[in-house]
């Protein structure tokens, strides 16, 4: 299972730091990512991180921004979202899986286990 906290309404501009806690004993042999959707529109991979936090992958809209990285010896995979737009609203959910980082990061089948999201909201 995965649980992911630490969404939130923020201004533009702001920063907010998600967190997604896994119960997988073999949680440090899965890729681990961030997906999001917005109201309206499919579902977006934002970013991804390897088995370890030597390989990252980001979708284009978040680079510069964004940092995912992760603890395998606490079963956690962290986004810190910084510089914060409005069109960055969205439900965020955390997966992993065995999707090869970054060749196959943003295919959402790549990722066998989901997080129930998190919401993050940004006014201008």
């Known amino acids: 299972q995965l649980q992911a906290s630490g969404g939130g309404s923020v201004q533009a501009g702001a920063s907010l730091t998600l967190s997604c806690a896994a119960s997988h004993r073999v949680f440090a042999t899965y890729a681990a990512g961030w997906f999001r959707q917005a109201p309206g529109k499919e579902r977006e991979f934002v970013a991804a991180?390897?088995?370890?936090?030597?390989?990252?992958s980001y979708a284009d809209s978040v680079k510069g921004r964004f940092t995912i990285s992760r603890d395998n010896t606490k079963n956690t995979v962290t986004l810190q979202m910084n510089s914060l737009k409005p069109e960055d609203t969205a439900v965020y959910y955390c997966a992993v899986g065995n999707a090869l980082v970054p060749t196959s990061a943003g295919s959402p089948s790549a990722y066998a286990y989901w997080g129930q999201g998190t919401q993050v909201t940004v006014s201008s």
């Open positions: 991180c390897g088995r370890s936090n030597g390989v990252t």
